[in-house]
Nanobody, 123 residues
């Protein structure tokens, strides 16, 4: 049974930082592209970041480039999202996801999803 468990969310002031983690189990982690998506209240879920199997290539949404970094540790079956210079518009539930697909920005190509972790950025 595949499980993706996010952690690290919380309340932070604008300009602050948070580091989200996602622990994966029940899958061959190193075979999967790992991604982060987010959903703000009243909005569609959107792509945030993704990283290839080896960690050699990453993708970031334009809205987070220069502020967020994605990384992974295949030995620990974890993926992280370092979020710096947070803005109120980053407030959302953040989801970790795993994909065997080749287009990491496309939500429907992800096979497994976590339950999400809330990030709230106050102004």
């Amino acid at each position: 049974q595949v499980q993706l468990v996010e952690s690290g969310g919380g309340l932070v002031q604008a300009g602050g930082s948070l580091r989200l983690s996602c622990a994966a189990s029940g899958l061959t982690f190193s075979r999967y592209v790992m991604g982060w998506f987010r959903q703000a209240p009243g909005k569609e879920r959107e792509f945030v970041a993704a990283i290839t199997w080896s960690g050699g290539t990453t993708w970031l949404a334009d809205s987070v480039k220069g502020r967020f970094t994605i990384s992974r540790d295949n030995a620990k079956n974890t993926v992280h999202l370092q979020m710096n210079s947070l803005k109120p518009e980053d407030t959302a539930v953040y989801y970790c996801a795993a994909s065997l697909g080749l287009v990491p920005t496309v939500e429907k190509l992800y096979d497994y999803w976590g339950q999400g972790t809330q990030v709230t950025v106050s102004s």
